[in-house]
């Protein structure tokens, strides 16, 4: 099992990035998958989730109450990838964002549920 993320980078307060993870090793679509985050000095902490589609097209998302409505998790499973994209970005968002593999069971904002991580992407968002 191996994720990927990709996409971070240095932006200025206001500012967009789109992040991606790369995901290999096992059936993509089987699996809810979910981005953490951690600042300096900090525990890390639930970004947001996405969960399986099943036989749907449909997939449910939930985020924190911190990026509710400035960030979208999103997910291809041809391609074996979910994505983060994130806009109006401030300073207190800066972290290390990583994506996480989340089996069925658990809550969506515990770490506790998540089996496998990628390596983590730096954001830095700063003026």
């Known amino acids: 099992v191996q994720l990927v993320e990709s996409g971070g980078g240095s932006v200025q307060p206001g500012g967009s990035l789109r992040l991606s993870c790369v995901v290999s090793?096992?059936?993509?679509?089987?699996?809810?998958m979910g981005w953490f985050r951690q600042a300096p000095g900090e525990e890390r902490e639930f970004v947001a989730v996405i969960r399986w589609s099943g036989s749907s097209t449909y997939f449910g998302t939930y985020y924190a109450d911190s990026v509710k409505g400035r960030f979208t998790i999103s997910r291809d499973n041809a391609k074996n990838t979910v994505y983060l994209q994130m806009n109006s970005l401030k300073p207190e968002d800066t972290a290390v964002y990583y994506c996480?593999?989340?089996?069925?069971?658990?809550?969506?904002?515990?770490?506790?549920?998540?089996?496998?991580w990628g390596q983590g992407t730096q954001v830095t968002v700063s003026s």
């Open positions: 090793g096992f059936t993509f679509s089987n699996y809810a």
């Open positions: 996480a593999r989340k089996p069925a069971l658990g809550p969506s904002s515990s770490q506790s549920s998540y089996d496998y």
